[in-house]
């Protein structure tokens, strides 16, 4: 069945305008609003309760325009996959790529977020700054893995290491001067995390932002994508002065606060169909239950 959606994947892609394919992604996403009852159940867990000055009717519309979202971005792998670099840079445009000028060859993290646009913006970025450094946790379905593996890889030969190879080989690599794109945002339980709040809920958060920071020496520059237009914008911001510290749960703290503001911007745009507080405190009853 995986292997028949990839086919079909394709060829939507080979067929359809760009502007056809986000509209049939938007639509994939609607029905997935009404069929996918367990990610809308968690969607709407998570809308609850990083937005309870919204009504509910101001929070089911933007579930919807989440799933649309959402459905978007699905379809738009295609383009990640199987694109030209000129495709992928005229879909994708970068805002902000001066901010790196003074740190090219230099330790260097580029913090991300899980917004819809993150595969996108990670693509994109390759096309400008390959070889890069890359953390991922492989994808249970051998052929969708070998996807996004290739993916990541078509434009430099950037390398990329599996969660459970550990993050050593990921400090000698920035320690070399390539640029790390690191996801730091979800819930991988209680192993290096710290509680902290994001939109006021306690969120078990893992502290690498501020470990790889300290271990390297490396600067960080938040590095947002959004879906804007018929495409994606990838922005990046000035690179954080006072980062790290000596205080890693504040240094945490900020990360978080940094993304809450960027959710605020673009809220049907983050990654709501992941358990962002399944870890609870002790003591604490489950949330998504």
């Not at 009404?34 to 709407?44: D, K, N, S, T």
């Not at 939109?199 to 390297?216: E, N, Q, Y």
Request: hydrophobic share 45%; with cysteine; proline share 6%.
């Amino acid at each position: 069945m995986r292997h028949l959606s990839i086919a079909l994947l394709w060829l939507l892609w080979r067929l359809l305008p760009i502007r056809a394919l986000n509209w049939t992604g938007e639509t994939l996403g609607s029905v997935l609003s009404v069929l996918a009852r367990e990610r809308r159940h968690v969607v709407a867990t998570n809308l609850r309760l990083c937005f309870p000055e919204l009504d509910a009717a101001a929070r089911r519309d933007l579930l919807k325009r989440h799933f649309r979202a959402f459905g978007r971005a699905v379809l738009f792998e295609a383009v990640c996959w199987w694109g030209t670099r000129e495709e992928i840079t005229r879909l994708v445009k970068v805002e902000g790529m001066e901010v790196l000028e003074p740190y090219r060859g230099q330790p260097l993290i580029l913090f991300t977020t899980h917004f819809v646009g993150v595969s996108a913006g990670g693509i994109r970025l390759t096309c400008e700054l390959a070889p890069m450094v890359d953390i991922y946790t492989p994808i249970k379905n051998p052929l969708l893995n070998r996807l996004a593996h290739r993916a990541r890889q078509r434009f430099g030969e950037s390398e990329l290491y599996s969660r459970s190879e550990g993050i050593r080989p990921v400090l000698k690599a920035v320690k070399r001067g390539l640029p790390f794109y690191y996801l730091p945002d979800m819930d991988y339980g209680r192993k290096d995390a710290v509680f902290v709040p994001l939109f006021g809920v306690p969120a078990a958060t893992i502290t690498g932002l501020s470990r790889v920071a300290h271990a390297t020496r490396a600067r960080v520059i938040p590095t947002i994508t959004r879906q804007e237009g018929d495409g994606y914008v990838i922005r990046l911001y000035p690179a954080w002065e006072d980062f790290p510290t000596d205080d890693i749960e504040a240094d945490t703290r900020r990360m978080n606060a940094f993304i809450e503001d960027r959710i605020r911007e673009m809220p049907e745009q983050y990654f709501w169909v992941h358990k962002r507080f399944k870890t609870r405190p002790l003591g604490e009853a489950k949330l998504y239950e």
